[in-house]
Each structure stands twice: as structure tokens, then as C-alpha cells.
């Protein structure tokens, strides 16, 4: 069973910066894409960014393009979301999944995902 546990959620000023973590118990974490998700009250949940197996392709919603920063360390069996320039709009619960590909998770599919931390951008 995969397990994934995210932290680093917090309430941040407009314009602030938060860094998610997500910790993977798998001794397969190499082989999987992760991605990030996010969900605000009321809303679908929605994709936010993905990795590759490797580091070496990555994906983001247009919304967060040139703000937010996915990235992974292998050895550690982690990856990370750093997110810049925080909007209101941001303000969600982010999960972390993992999942066989970075094409898959844009479109919202994945095969196991963690219970959640919580992000509020207000002043």
C-alpha cells in the first residue's frame, strides 16, 4: 500500500510563499509521476502541477504558471510544491497523488493520494 503524507500548509499573506512536501512510503517511488491537486470548498478538485518519474518533464495549469514550482528528490522519497506570488484564489486544500503518468494526472486520473493539507492566502 502506497502512503502519502503532505505538509507545509498554512495561512500566508497575498503575495506570500509556502513550500509543500509530500512523503511517499513506497520502495517504488522512482517509478511513479506525482503530481499535486487542489480543492476549494464548494469547487471540484482540479490539477495543479506534475513530474515525471525522473525529474525531466513537468506540468502546470495555467493559473499557477510561472508562480508554483513542482520538483522531487528520489532519495528521499519526496516531493515538493513551491508555490510564489500566492493569490486569495489559491486558497485550498492541496493533495499530493502518484500515478503512472504526467498526461494522466492533467487530465485528473491517478492511483493513490494523500489526505490533504490545507492552504489559506488572506489577509
Known amino acids: 500500500q502506497v502512503q502519502l503524507v503532505e505538509s507545509g500548509g498554512g495561512l500566508v499573506q497575498p503575495g506570500g510563499s509556502l513550500r509543500l512536501s509530500c512523503v511517499v512510503s513506497?520502495?517504488?517511488?522512482?517509478?511513479?509521476?506525482m503530481g499535486w491537486f487542489r480543492q476549494a470548498p464548494g469547487l471540484e478538485r482540479e490539477f495543479v502541477a506534475a513530474?515525471?518519474?525522473?525529474?525531466?518533464?513537468?506540468r502546470y495549469r495555467d493559473s499557477v504558471k510561472g508562480r508554483f514550482t513542482i520538483s522531487r528528490d528520489n532519495g528521499k522519497n519526496t516531493v515538493y510544491l513551491q508555490m510564489n506570488s500566492l493569490k486569495p484564489e489559491d486558497t485550498a486544500v492541496y493533495y499530493c497523488?502518484?500515478?503512472?503518468?504526467?498526461?494522466?494526472?492533467?487530465?485528473?486520473?491517478?492511483?493513490?493520494r494523500g489526505q490533504g493539507t490545507q492552504v489559506t492566502v488572506s489577509t
Open positions: 513530474i515525471s518519474f525522473n525529474g525531466g518533464s513537468t
Open positions: 497523488a502518484a500515478g503512472a503518468w504526467v498526461s494522466d494526472m492533467t487530465r485528473g486520473s491517478y492511483d493513490y
Open positions: 513506497t520502495r517504488t517511488f522512482a517509478n511513479y509521476a
